[in-house]
C-alpha cells in the first residue's frame, strides 16, 4: 500500500494539456507537402505510392496529394531524386468534407460518393446538436474493419497522457448510450451489416467520425474483394480523420471539430 | 537432425511416395509427394518425428504446372530446419485428403483453404465455412487467379449455426462483433450452464480485407507496406518477416548493422505490447492504480519509437534489404536512458503488483490452457510459452544477432492467467535487456543493400517472434518484381483455438481476462 500511495504521489499528473496549449513536441510524421517548384515531373513518387495517394492534374501536370488516402509511409518523401517532398509536423487534419482532404486541382469527379444528398443533412443535424449535447459526448468506437492501430490510438486516448474524460468526452459501451461513432477501419464486408446496425442503434442526433486512412477512403485496403472504399459508402460522416494511423491527438482535434468546439 | 538426414529418414519410411526433392536456401526442405499419401506422412511427421505443422495453405499453380498445389509446412524447432510437403491438385479433381483428424492443427487451414480456393478437403470432421459469413454466395473462391480482385459478389443470404450444447438449463450469450470496449470485432458464442463456459465458439473474418489477394501482382515495394498494416500493433514484426523471405530469394544477405537495428525495433514492438498488455490485464480486474503505471509505461515506449522513427507503430523502418534509415544512430544515449527508466519502473510495479493478493487471487488458475492441447493446435508465443512449450523463433530460428545475443526462453507451465502474464513480464525484462545489448554491441557500417531484381517464381519463408508469437510468411514472386503468392500465417490464426478450450469451466465474467491475457489479433487472423 506504502508503495502504491508512493507511486500516486511520485506522478501526480502525466496529462497533456492539449489542445489548450500546443504539444510541447511536435510528430515528425505529419501532412505531406510537395514543392512544385523543385519538382522535375519525373513521376516516381506517382508509381511507386503504396495506396496511390499522389496524383497529377492531366492538364497543369500539378501534383498533389489525397490525404484520404495518404498512410503517411513518407516513402515519397525519401525516394524523390530533387528532393521537394517534404514531410512537416501537422498533425491535425481533419476535415468535415472528404473534397476538403483531396488536392483541389485533381480529377475528383471520379469519386462520386463525395456529393452526395447526406451532406445537406448532416449540416443541418450538427446544428441542432450544438444545441443538444452541451458539453459532453458520449462516443462508442466502431472497429469496421481496421488493422487495429487506429482503435491502439483510440485506445491511448484514455490513457494518463491524453485523458479524454477532462474534454467531457467519454466512451460508453453501447451505440443506445452514444451521441457519436468514431469509426475506424475500411468497413469490410462481413462488417457492414454490423456498422449499418450499430448506427441505427445509436440515438438520434448522432455525428458519425472516420478515422483514418481506411475509414476515409479504403487506404491501402481499398478496391479490394472484401472491403468498400471508405465507410461514407454505408454511413454518412461528419468529419475525416487522415492518418494511418492518426495519432491520440489528430483524433481528439478531429471530434473537437465534430463537435464545433474549435 | 540437419535437412539431410531429415530428407533420408523420410525416403527409408516413405521412399515411393516421395516424387520429387529441393532444398531450398539453408533451412527449407520441399518434398513433393503422392497426394493420396498425405495423411500416413503428415501423421509420421508429426507424432514419430515430433515436428509440429506451423502453415498450411494452398497456391493456384494452374499457369505454371497446370495444378492446385497445397503446402504443408512442418518445423523442426530444435534445428531449425522447415520441412514442407507439397501435394498437386488436378483442376478437374479439386479435393484433397484431409489430415485433421491425424494433424489437429490443420483444421482450420483446411477450412481456410476450402473457402478461398474451394478445394475440399475429404474427411475434414467439421468443414463449414471460416472465413465467408452467410453474406457470401458460395463458389466464391477469391484466391484462384481467375478471381478477379475488385469484384464485390452479391449479398446472400445463409444462416450460419453454431455448435449447440443441449441440455436442461443451458442457455447461449450471444457477443459481438460490436464489442463494450474498444477492441476489434468478433461475434463470440458462449454456451453456459449458470456462470461456468461449457463451450465457447468464436466467430471471426469480420475484417477480412482479402489482403493475400490484394498483394497478388503488386509490387515487391509495395506489399512491404502492406504487411506492415497487417496488424497494428505488430507492424515491425510483419514487415520484419515480408523482408526476410524476399531477402532469402534475393539471396542478399543484410548488414550487420541493419540487422542490429531490426532486432531493437523488434523487441522494442515486443515491449510495447506487452506494457499494454498486462495494462489490460489489470483493467479487467478493476486494478485502476496498476493499469495506469502500465500504461504509463506504454506511453514512454510509444515516445521512444516517435524519437527514433516519427512513427508510433515502427511503420516505415523495414526496407527490403536493411532499414530506411540510421535510426539508431547519435540516440543511443537518450535510448538508454529511457530504456532504464521504464525499467525501473518496472520492477516497482511489479512488486507492487505482485503483493496484492486479490489481484493474484484473480489471475492464478484462471483460463488454464493444458500442455496437450497447446501442442496438439501448435499455439504459439506466451499462452504456449506458459503451458510449458519451449517454443520461440529466437531460438529456434535465430538470425545472426539474436544467435549472439544471450537470452533464456521463460519457463512456466500451470498455462493459467498468472502464467501467460508472467511469462509477459518476463519478457518485457528480456525486452529492455536485448535492446541494451544490441546498442551496447551494434557494429557500425551500412544499413541496406539494394535489391534491384527478383527472380521470378522462387519462394522462401520469412520468420519472426512476434510479441504474441512464432510469426511464418511465404512468399511465392511472380514476373517483374511482383508477388505471385503471399501466404501470412499470424501467431494469432494458432492461438484462437486455443483460447476456445482455455475459457472452458471458467466464469463467463473470467472471459475478458483470459482474453487480454492472450491478446490476440483479430485482424492479423482475418486478413
Given at each position: 500500500m ?9 506522478y ?12 510541447l ?40 496529394i ?5 498512410v503517411?509511409c ?7 531524386p ?22 483541389s ?11 452526395m ?19 459532453s459526448?458520449n ?19 484514455n490513457?494518463?497522457f ?31 451489416l ?7 442503434a445509436?440515438p438520434d ?6 478515422v ?8 491501402i ?6 472491403t468498400?472504399?471508405?465507410i ?8 475525416y ?11 481528439i ?5 465534430a463537435?464545433?468546439?474549435? | ?9 523420410l525416403?527409408?519410411?516413405f ?5 520429387k ?30 515436428y ?8 493456384d ?19 531449425g ?44 470432421p ?24 475488385k469484384?464485390?459478389?452479391?449479398f446472400?443470404k ?12 443451458v ?10 470496449g ?20 468464436a466467430?471471426?473474418?469480420f475484417?477480412?480485407?482479402g489482403i493475400?489477394?490484394?498483394c ?11 504487411a506492415?498494416r ?13 523482408c ?5 530469394i ?12 531490426r ?16 495494462g ?6 478493476a ?5 495506469s ?7 514512454w ?8 522513427c516519427?512513427?508510433r507503430?515502427l511503420r516505415?523502418?523495414n ?10 544512430a547519435?540516440?543511443?544515449a537518450s535510448?538508454?536512458r ?21 489481484f493474484i ?9 493444458s ?10 508465443g506466451p499462452p ?19 544467435r ?9 507451465h ?17 525486452a529492455i ?5 544490441a546498442?551496447?554491441?551494434m ?13 521470378p517464381?522462387?519462394?522462401a ?11 511464418i ?6 514476373e ?8 501470412i500465417?499470424?501467431?494469432?490464426f ?8 482455455a ?6 465474467p ?18
Amino acid at each position: 500500500m506504502f508503495n502504491t500511495i508512493k507511486k500516486i504521489i511520485k506522478y501526480p499528473n502525466l496529462t497533456q494539456n492539449y489542445p489548450r496549449k500546443a504539444l510541447l513536441s511536435l510528430p515528425k510524421t505529419g501532412k505531406t507537402v510537395i514543392d512544385m517548384k523543385k519538382c522535375t515531373g519525373c513521376g516516381e513518387c506517382l508509381g511507386r505510392c503504396p495506396s496511390q495517394a499522389i496524383v497529377r492534374d492531366a492538364q497543369t501536370k500539378v501534383l498533389g496529394i489525397n490525404l484520404d488516402t495518404c498512410v503517411f509511409c513518407t516513402l515519397c518523401e525519401e525516394i524523390c531524386p530533387s528532393g521537394a517532398i517534404a514531410m512537416t509536423n501537422q498533425f491535425e487534419l481533419a476535415e468535415e468534407k472528404r473534397t476538403a482532404l483531396r488536392s483541389s486541382t485533381l480529377v475528383i469527379a471520379e469519386d462520386q460518393e463525395i456529393v452526395m444528398p447526406y451532406e445537406a443533412i448532416c449540416a443541418e443535424l450538427v446544428k441542432r446538436i450544438r444545441k443538444t449535447f452541451g458539453r459532453s459526448l458520449n462516443i462508442r468506437e466502431v472497429d469496421a474493419g481496421s488493422c487495429n492501430g487506429c482503435d491502439y490510438e483510440i485506445n491511448a486516448m484514455n490513457n494518463p497522457f491524453n485523458d479524454v474524460e477532462r474534454l467531457g468526452m467519454h466512451f460508453v459501451a453501447s451505440p443506445r448510450h452514444a451521441d457519436m461513432l468514431l469509426v475506424t477501419g475500411t468497413a469490410t464486408r462481413n462488417m457492414q451489416l454490423a456498422l449499418i446496425k450499430t448506427y441505427n442503434a445509436t440515438p438520434d442526433p448522432k455525428l458519425v467520425v472516420a478515422v483514418g486512412a481506411c475509414a476515409c477512403s479504403g487506404g491501402i485496403f481499398r478496391d479490394s474483394y472484401a472491403t468498400s472504399n471508405g465507410i461514407d459508402n454505408i454511413v454518412p460522416v461528419d468529419v475525416y480523420i487522415p492518418g494511418c494511423p492518426p495519432r491520440p491527438q489528430a483524433i481528439i482535434y478531429g471530434i473537437l471539430k465534430a463537435i464545433e468546439k474549435l | 537432425m540437419t535437412a539431410i538426414e531429415i530428407n533420408k529418414k523420410l525416403i527409408e519410411n516413405f521412399g515411393d511416395d516421395i516424387i520429387k526433392t529441393v532444398k531450398a536456401y539453408e533451412n527449407e526442405l520441399y518434398l513433393e509427394i503422392k497426394p493420396d499419401r498425405i495423411r500416413e506422412l503428415s501423421g509420421y511427421i508429426n507424432h514419430e518425428m515430433g515436428y509440429p505443422l506451423v502453415s498450411m495453405f494452398a497456391n493456384d499453380e494452374t499457369s505454371l504446372i497446370g495444378k492446385y498445389a497445397v503446402y504443408y509446412a512442418f518445423a523442426d524447432r530444435v534445428s531449425g530446419i522447415l520441412l514442407i510437403l507439397k501435394i498437386g491438385i488436378e483442376p478437374e479433381q479439386m479435393t484433397f485428403e484431409s489430415i485433421a483428424g491425424k494433424v489437429h492443427a490443420a483444421a482450420r487451414y483446411e477450412r481456410e483453404i476450402k473457402d478461398l480456393f474451394g478445394l475440399n478437403p475429404v474427411g475434414h470432421p467439421n468443414a463449414k465455412r471460416l472465413v465467408f459469413h452467410g453474406n457470401w454466395p458460395r463458389e466464391t473462391f477469391p484466391l484462384r487467379k481467375a478471381y478477379d480482385l475488385k469484384h464485390r459478389p452479391d449479398f446472400a443470404k445463409e444462416k450460419i449455426n453454431f455448435s449447440k450444447v443441449i441440455s436442461a438449463g443451458v442457455f447461449e450469450i450471444p457477443v459481438g462483433p460490436v464489442h463494450a470496449g474498444i477492441i476489434e470485432p468478433g461475434h463470440f458464442r458462449f454456451s453456459v450452464a449458470g456462470e461456468p463456459i461449457i463451450n465457447l465458439e468464436a466467430q471471426l473474418y469480420f475484417v477480412h480485407k482479402g489482403i493475400e489477394k490484394l498483394c497478388e501482382g503488386e509490387s515487391l515495394e509495395k506489399c512491404l507496406f502492406v504487411a506492415e498494416r497487417i496488424s497494428g500493433d505488430e507492424s515491425f514484426t510483419n514487415a520484419y518477416a515480408y523482408c526476410q523471405a524476399i531477402e532469402k530469394i534475393a539471396g542478399l544477405k543484410i548488414p550487420e548493422r541493419a540487422e542490429y537495428i531490426r532486432v531493437v525495433f523488434a523487441e522494442l514492438e515486443r515491449l510495447t505490447s506487452h506494457l499494454g498488455d498486462l495494462g489490460g490485464i489489470c483493467t479487467d480486474v478493476a486494478y485502476g492504480f496498476a493499469a495506469s503505471q502500465f500504461k504509463m509505461m506504454r506511453g514512454w515506449a510509444y515516445g521512444i519509437a516517435d524519437e527514433l522513427c516519427g512513427m508510433r507503430f515502427l511503420r516505415g523502418v523495414n526496407r527490403l534489404g536493411g532499414v530506411r534509415k540510421d535510426f539508431v544512430a547519435g540516440k543511443e544515449a537518450s535510448l538508454i536512458r529511457q530504456l532504464k527508466k521504464i525499467r525501473s519502473e518496472f520492477e516497482e510495479t511489479e512488486v507492487i503488483i505482485k503483493a496484492n493478493s486479490f489481484f493474484i487471487d484473480r489471475v492464478e488458475n484462471t483460463g488454464i490452457l493444458s500442455a496437450q492441447i497447446a501442442a496438439d493446435l501448435n499455439a504459439v508465443g506466451p499462452p504456449a510459452r506458459a503451458a510449458g512449450i519451449r517454443s520461440d523463433v529466437r531460438k529456434s530460428f535465430p538470425n545472426r544477432v539474436y544467435r549472439q545475443l544471450s537470452f533464456a526462453i521463460p519457463e512456466h507451465h500451470n498455462g493459467d492467467v498468472n502464467c501467460r502474464m508472467n511469462v509477459k513480464i518476463e519478457e518485457c525484462y528480456q525486452a529492455i535487456d536485448l535492446m541494451l545489448a544490441a546498442i551496447d554491441s551494434m557494429p557500425a557500417g551500412r544499413i541496406r543493400e539494394s535489391i534491384t531484381t527478383v527472380a521470378p517464381y522462387q519462394f522462401a519463408f520469412g520468420m519472426t517472434e512476434a510479441p504474441r508469437g512464432e510469426n511464418i510468411h511465404w512468399v511465392m514472386t511472380g514476373e517483374n518484381n511482383t508477388i505471385f503468392r503471399y501466404k501470412i500465417r499470424t501467431p494469432s490464426f494458432c492461438n484462437w483455438p486455443a483460447l476456445c478450450h482455455a475459457v472452458k469451466g471458467n466464469l463467463v465474467p473470467d472471459f475478458p481476462l483470459i482474453n487480454k491475457s492472450f491478446n490476440l489479433s483479430y485482424a492479423g487472423n482475418d486478413l
